[in-house]
T-cell receptor
Framework: DGGITQSPKYLFRKEGQNVTLSCEQNLNHDAMYWYRQDPGQGLRLIYYSQIVNDFQKGDIAEGYSVSREKKESFPLTVTSAQKNPTAFYLC?????????????FGSGTRLTVV | RKEVEQDPGPFNVPEGATVAFNCTYS??????FFWYRQDCRKEPKLLMSVYSSGNEDGRFTAQLNRASQYISLLIRDSKLSDSATYLC?????????????FGTGTKLQVIP
């Protein structure tokens, strides 16, 4: 079955460490996205990519980095520069240029700074 | 004004009740609209698209009012399993790039 896989489900990070969240999809979608969700708040866009080897900053890109070397994969690195990284991180994908379909989301990674 | 605005709730309703949520959007050129459902500590899942003519899926009805720039979701005969947060999503295609804006969600609690 096609879908998006995020790993790990739970991640604990010490202050000052970089961590990388994995996102893989087999839906053949061109576009991939990273969102952050804080308790009681909406989704905020961190980065997005519409094509391999290209990505754009979203609304809250500071302290994060991404790469898009393969169509299927869009890993997110949370760097030590991100001052408040504890949150629920969601990866999504969609068909580029089509507004008919919405996003497909992964099951998320819950990151906690310890 | 927020791009997409929803009443956060919570809406506490008894089983069997009919409940309606509204969502307003600020960009009159927005092109497509969706309702997503998000269970506690889970990812959002697409509930239904919203079409200009309105659309129905079982107990759920979604409508779009372009003149007043809002979409609505009506749930009839509420079930306990409908308890969740409902996210309004607005989709624009600007300069070839898709921009998706999420509302902060409306929390529904169906009580026995």
């Amino acid at each position: 079955d096609g879908g998006i896989t995020q790993s790990p489900k739970y991640l604990f990070r010490k202050e000052g460490q970089n961590v990388t969240l994995s996102c893989e999809q087999n839906l053949n979608h061109d576009a991939m996205y990273w969102y952050r969700q804080d308790p009681g708040q909406g989704l905020r866009l961190i980065y997005y990519s519409q094509i391999v080897n290209d990505f754009q900053k979203g609304d809250i890109a500071e302290g994060y980095s991404v790469s898009r070397e393969k169509k299927e994969s869009f890993p997110l690195t949370v760097t030590s520069a991100q001052k408040n990284p504890t949150a629920f991180y969601l990866c999504a994908s969609s068909i580029v240029g089509s507004l008919t379909y919405g996003y497909t989301f992964g099951s998320g990674t819950r990151l906690t700074v310890v | 004004r927020k791009e997409v605005e929803q009443d956060p709730g919570p809406f506490n309703v008894p089983e069997g009740a009919t409940v309606a949520f509204n969502c307003t959007y600020s960009n009159s050129a927005s092109q497509s609209f969706f309702w997503y459902r998000q269970d506690c500590r889970k990812e959002p899942k697409l509930l239904m698209s919203v079409y200009s003519s309105g659309n129905e899926d079982g107990r759920f009805t979604a409508q779009l009012n372009r003149a007043s720039q809002y979409i609505s979701l009506l749930i009839r005969d509420s079930k306990l399993s409908d308890s969740a947060t409902y996210l309004c999503v607005v989709n624009d295609l600007t300069g070839g790039y898709q921009k998706v804006t999420f509302g902060t969600g409306t929390k529904l609690q169906v009580i026995p």
